[in-house]
């Protein structure tokens, strides 16, 4: 299995000191490529999985792992997008599609040219200029899409992602992601 999960249990004590399980003994094998979608109502411990599973929550009990190896903190490899989007106010769309592979020390050249090959593919070529501030809701989101994807990770975690997006550009958004995946 790509994607592990093995008897892992998350919980955390409140200000009273009595603990709380937000998740118990959760057993789950995801293999590589699978496009996986977990369901449940709000607060059954969705986005404290994911966030486990990236490396933002520790677990209490049992072990997550990516490709064999036990998941402790957050990594390049597994990049997670979120509801909010994330970006920085004062760069461009292309620096901000380019903020990961700076942090990874991709050459400048090869930066701008990766960056603007992914703003190209989720539809923002021409809004490479653009700040944070000029983009719609959805747009915004196509951004933070690209520069996940920019960083070629391994796994990409998306944590309602089009929570905050009007219906149309929702769908929009679910079609271009299916696309990007197969491409």
């Given at each position: 299995m790509f994607?592990?999960?093995e008897n892992v249990t998350v919980s955390y004590k409140d200000k009273s000191g009595n603990e709380n399980v937000v998740l118990e003994d959760v057993n789950l094998s995801i293999d590589k490529g699978e496009f996986i979608c977990l369901l449940g109502p709000s607060g059954c411990g969705k986005s404290t999985l994911l966030n486990?599973?990236?490396?933002?929550?520790?677990?209490s009990k049992g072990t997550v792992k990516i490709d064999e190896k036990v998941v402790e903190k957050p990594s390049l490899k597994y990049i997670t997008?979120?509801?909010n989007y994330g970006l920085f106010p004062w760069r461009s769309v292309l620096k901000n599609v380019e903020f990961g592979l700076e942090k990874m020390k991709v050459p400048k050249e090869k930066r701008e040219e990766i960056a603007m090959k992914n703003i190209e593919l989720v539809g923002l070529k021409g809004s490479e200029h653009k700040h944070p501030?000029?983009?719609?809701?959805g747009m915004k989101q196509r951004v933070s899409i690209a520069r996940a994807l920019a960083a070629d990770p391994d796994v990409l975690f998306m944590d309602e992602p089009f929570g905050a997006l009007d219906a149309i550009t929702k769908m929009k958004l679910q079609d271009d992601i299916l696309r990007i995946c197969k491409e």
């Open positions: 994607i592990d999960f486990a599973a990236a490396g933002f929550e520790k677990v997008i979120f509801q501030a000029e983009l719609s809701g």
